[in-house]
T-cell receptor
Framework: AQSVAQPEDQVNVAEGNPLTVKCTYS??????LFWYVQYPNRGLQFLLKYITGDNLVKGSYGFEAEFNKSQTSFHLKKPSALVSDSALYFC?????????????FGGGTRLMVKP | DGGITQSPKYLFRKEGQNVTLSCEQN?????MYWYRQDPGQGLRLIYYSQIVNDFQKGDIAEGYSVSREKKESFPLTVTSAQKNPTAFYLC??????????????????FGPGTRLTVL
């Protein structure tokens, strides 16, 4: 069975500084990896995904994520944080051979960007 | 949240009552999902459906039931057997994934959620 770990419940960063939200995963075989963002009392919004190819994936709102197979990690990054980036972020994984589109989500990391 | 609607946004249930949460999508997706989100926790899968008239239990299906009579609709009933139903419920849909689908499996699109409170 697959699993996702987001080791930080909360990440605090000053506006304009780079941010990183960490994610590690465990899955049989090659993974599909996703990042989603959730604003208060809203559904999840898709940010980016890794399927295959270039290890650096670029997504919405200036976010990017780096796939590292040897470390089984998929950390979310942004060069310059905005106050509006403050939200709850979820990493999710699905195994490559999963025909059911089943995702396993991490527990979420709250990002707080302070002016 | 475009393409997926959930209603109502807020729902209150008395002890012993069944309630039904609505989920509709106009994205022509085959697969639909129901998740439960509790404070400080990630999403847990309740039920999913890959095609009309077929659905499967997720990790926490006890006390819940679903139907999938139409491609666009996947209602969730929270029954009186669910002892702790207060939570935020999220519906999602996606293209049905296959191992050979170009580009891999599609991402899931989420509705805005329904917050259920037991009085």
């Amino acid at each position: 069975a697959q699993s996702v770990a987001q080791p930080e419940d909360q990440v605090n960063v000053a506006e304009g500084n780079p941010l990183t939200v960490k994610c590690t995963y465990s899955v049989s075989g090659n993974p599909y990896l996703f990042w989603y963002v959730q604003y208060p009392n809203r559904g999840l919004q898709f940010l980016l995904k890794y399927i295959t190819g270039d290890n650096l994936v670029k997504g919405s709102y200036g976010f990017e994520a780096e796939f590292n197979k040897s470390q089984t990690s998929f950390h979310l990054k942004k060069p310059s944080a905005l106050v509006s980036d403050s939200a709850l972020y979820f990493c999710a994984v699905s195994p490559l051979n999963n025909a059911g589109n089943m995702l396993t989500f991490g527990g979420g990391t709250r990002l707080m960007v302070k002016p | 949240d475009g393409g997926i609607t959930q209603s109502p946004k807020y729902l209150f249930r008395k002890e012993g009552q069944n309630v039904t949460l609505s989920c509709e999508q106009n994205l022509n997706h085959d697969a639909m999902y129901w998740y439960r989100q509790d404070p400080g926790q990630g999403l847990r899968l309740i039920y999913y459906s890959q095609i009309v008239n077929d659905f499967q239990k997720g990790d926490i299906a006890e006390g819940y039931s679903v139907s999938r009579e139409k491609k666009e609709s996947f209602p969730l009933t929270v029954t009186s057997a669910q002892k702790n139903p207060t939570a935020f419920y999220l519906c999602a849909s996606s293209m049905r994934g296959t191992a050979t689908l170009a580009g891999g499996i599609g991402e899931q699109f989420f509705g805005p959620g329904t917050r259920l409170t037991v009085l």
